[in-house]
């Protein structure tokens, strides 16, 4: 259509429009001079014509959906249902907000196989979180402020532990050779997982803190399931940690202590998933407990080898002369020496050797001018003098 119908639709819409007229007719103020620019460029190249001639058939359709418009119900009130509780919201920057924040998170959630999409989506998903809060802080005569500040704060909270997890899935799959690690990047390790899992575990706490939660609600419960269920994985790369070091002892304790946690969590949840994923972690840890007992039971067989091959020649060396070497004694013949009794005779100098050779490179003042010289007084002249 040409400029003029446009400037018409936008005017005409925004006479009827309820929320958003004045946003129309700002367009349509924006319009007017650019309409007039290209009339005037029109007519000087093609002369006179009739302005009225294109857009009628989208100008009769618009007719059609503002009637259908003005038939319907405006929504100037916006309902937000949350933990039992319904909130009117009328704030139109607020209303807006939320919209672009539930699309947000609709879209992280159908971006499949695309993580870096969707840590991006969360991202700004987080960030309007913060926004909201504040215009709610800022707002005047706002009903129900705590409850929407408590509801943006649980968006911003949840949407940020399932940052965290994709985060956590990134660098799991690099570990288990998924995804191979692109030249010039981070090794993926287990101590970044304890560390994401850390982060997760403190933000469901902070979720346990917000006022409008009920206590006795299903949601509640869930987040000490999902503490119990993320507690469990942080231990498990706790012990692979361990493992990696050659801590063996720790790693298994460690992995006794997952088993702990993993059966608190199967006796706790009812999901399907994640008792599949605590049934696979299950067999994991077994796994990885032989691997770490193997492993602790040949070192230490090594180190028995080590301990009791020792020479005849060392049994005979004086304990104070290795002290930084462990001894296996199986019997009293093996007992090392202790000392020699009577102790062996040292040679000691009666004075420091570097004494007499230094006293040879000392220079002494020279003292003649307070020696007394030989005169002619006598000495009963010198006595009265005083010399």
């Not at 990047?185 to 009920?214: C, F, H, W």
Request: hydrophobic fraction near 35%; glycine fraction near 6%.
């Amino acid at each position: 259509p040409s400029s003029s119908a446009s400037s018409g639709i936008n005017a005409e819409y925004g006479a009827d429009a309820v929320e958003e007229g004045g946003m129309y007719r700002e367009k349509c103020e924006e319009m007017t001079p650019k309409v007039q620019y290209c009339l005037y460029n029109i007519q000087s190249s093609r002369g006179t014509i009739d302005t009225n001639e294109v857009g009628e058939e989208l100008l009769a359709e618009l007719d059609g959906i503002i009637a259908s418009r003005a038939s319907a119900p405006t929504q100037a009130v916006y309902e937000l249902k949350w933990e039992g509780k319904t909130v009117s919201i009328t704030h139109d920057e607020i209303k807006i907000q939320l919209a672009q924040l539930q699309d947000n998170i609709k879209l992280a959630k159908d971006v499949g196989t695309n993580q870096e999409k969707g840590l991006e989506l969360l991202d700004e998903v987080v960030g309007g979180c913060r926004d909201v809060v504040q215009i709610v802080r800022r707002a005047e005569k706002l009903e129900s402020a705590d409850t929407l500040t408590d509801y943006f704060n649980y968006l911003r909270i949840t949407s940020t532990i399932e940052r965290f997890l994709l985060m956590a899935q990134q660098v799991s799959d690099k570990l288990k050779g998924v995804v191979e690690t692109r030249p010039g990047t981070k090794m993926a390790r287990p101590e970044d997982l304890v560390r994401l899992y850390d982060i997760i575990l403190q933000n469901y706490a902070d979720l346990k803190g917000i006022v409008s939660i009920e206590k006795e609600g299903e949601f509640y419960r869930s987040i000490d399931v999902n503490t119990m269920f993320y507690r469990a994985l942080r231990c498990f790369y706790i012990a692979e940690c361990h493992l990696g070091q050659s801590n063996w002892l720790n790693a298994i304790v460690l992995y006794d202590k997952c088993n702990e946690h993993v059966s608190e969590t199967l006796a706790s949840t009812s999901d399907k998933e994640m008792i599949g994923e605590l049934n696979a972690l299950s067999k994991q840890i077994y796994s990885q407990r032989c691997s770490a007992h193997a492993s602790a039971f040949l070192h230490s067989q090594l180190q028995e080898e080590e301990m009791t091959d020792i020479s005849p020649a060392d049994k005979n060396r004086i304990l104070s002369n290795c002290l930084d070497q462990f001894r296996l004694v199986s019997s009293a013949a093996d007992l090392p020496t202790i000392a020699t009794l009577p102790p062996d005779f040292q040679t000691t100098p009666c004075k420091p050797t570097f004494f007499d050779i230094s006293l040879n490179q000392i220079e002494f003042p020279d003292l003649s001018t307070r020696v007394e010289k030989e005169g002619a007084l006598s000495g009963l002249s010198r006595w009265i003098w005083g010399r």
